[in-house]
Structures are given as structure tokens and as C-alpha cells.
């Protein structure tokens, strides 16, 4: 089963992503104001290094517990409790149930390991992608956007796609279109260039 089929995999993707995601904007924000040092109302841990180095840190979303997630904890609690009272009438359902206990929370431990370390690198990998210019290429190899696009009304450029030159037509409102005098189609699922990539040659 792949990552993403799992609970942990899909309450990362569906959850903890997007509001990896919303932090990383705010971190894009305050890098573009490096006259503010840190955001409003945001004061750094001084010991965050020390207990990240010796193991202590605890993320605070670890830390404090929701309404819900106290419901839930006495909900497990109380199931716990009832399905024990069951199984004390066969000491050998007992024991396999406790090897049940002890494989699943193993298992837990491992996938929240690694979804710690998969969100851990796709936050390190989308800093670098943000923060680095692409390697080897020029404003004429990297694709049109529609803000570009916008601006270039009645010019041609190449159409990945179609593979040949394309004339832009685009006004100030509207939906953006290119044509090579044969047909007409609209700019989604195009990926457009101020000219042919070396690349592409």
C-alpha cells in the first residue's frame, strides 16, 4: 500500500499539507519584508535549538489537545475498556489482543515516522524551489503566464503542444486565445514560450 492510501497519508495530504503550505506563504512573505525581523506577534523560542539537539522539543500541536480530540481520546478509552471486559472470559484472546495492541502501535510509530520526515523534506524541497532560480534557463525558456500573456496581444509565440509559432490573441478582459490562422484554442492545458526552447530543437 502506498504512503498516500493510508489514514496517516491521506490526513498528511488533505490536511497537514495545505497548512505547510499556508506557513510557507507566510515565510515567502516575510522574506520578501526583510525590514520586519519576525512576523507581528511571533517571538522566537530561545530554546528551541537546545531541546531540538538534545531531543526535548515537542512541537506544540502535540502539546494542547481540542475539544474533539478529548472526546475522541475518552471514546477509545471507553471502547478499550468494554472490549477488555469481553475478552477477560478467554485468557488467550487477552494475549492476542495485546500482540494486536503492540504490532498496531508499532506500526503507528512507524508511519507517523515517516510522515514526520516526508513533510519534513517537501518543506525543505519547496523552500529550495522558491528561493533558487532555475538552472541553465533564460526569461525566453521559461513558459508564458497569463500576466505576460495579457500584454502580448497580436505576437507570436511557440506552442509546446502544437509544436509550431502561434499568434496570442488577448485583450484586457476576456479569456486569451491563440490561433495559427487555421484554428483557435484557448490558452488551458498550453504551455507557452516567447520562442522555441533549445531544448525543443
Known amino acids: 500500500m502506498n504512503f498516500h492510501e ?12 495545505p497548512h505547510l503550505i499556508k506557513a510557507l506563504e ?6 520578501a519584508h526583510t525590514e520586519t525581523a519576525s512576523p507581528q506577534g511571533i517571538a522566537p523560542d530561545p530554546r528551541f535549538l537546545h531541546d531540538l539537539y538534545y531531543g526535548d522539543y515537542e512541537p506544540s500541536v502535540f502539546k494542547k489537545q481540542s475539544s ?3 472526546e475522541l481520546n475518552q471514546a477509545v478509552s471507553a471502547a478499550e475498556a468494554a472490549l477488555r471486559d469481553v475478552l477477560r472470559q478467554s485468557p488467550a484472546a487477552v494475549k492476542a489482543f495485546e500482540a494486536y495492541q503492540l504490532a498496531v502501535g508499532e506500526q503507528h510509530g512507524a508511519v507517523t515516522e515517516q ?14 524551489a522558491g528561493l533558487s532560480q532555475p538552472e541553465g534557463k533564460t526569461t525566453a525558456e521559461l513558459p508564458l503566464t497569463t500576466q505576460e500573456l495579457r500584454k502580448m496581444n497580436g505576437e507570436w509565440v511557440f506552442c509546446l503542444e502544437m509544436n509550431e509559432e502561434v499568434k ?6 476576456g479569456f486569451i486565445r491563440v490561433t495559427n490562422d487555421k484554428e483557435s484554442h484557448h490558452i488551458n492545458g498550453l504551455t507557452l514560450y516567447r520562442r522555441r526552447p533549445n ?3
Do not use: H
Not at 507566510?26 to 522574506?31: E, N, P, Q, T, V
Not at 496570442?168 to 478582459?173: L, Q, S, T, W
Open 168 to 173: 496570442v490573441v488577448a485583450y484586457k478582459k
Open 199 to 201: 531544448w525543443c530543437e
Open 115 to 128: 510522515a514526520f520526515e516526508s513533510g519534513y523534506r517537501t518543506a525543505m524541497q519547496m523552500l529550495m
Open 68 to 70: 474533539r480530540q478529548k
Open 26 to 31: 507566510l515565510i515567502a512573505d516575510g522574506l
Open 6 to 17: 493510508t489514514t496517516y497519508g491521506r490526513r498528511f495530504f488533505d490536511a497537514q499539507l
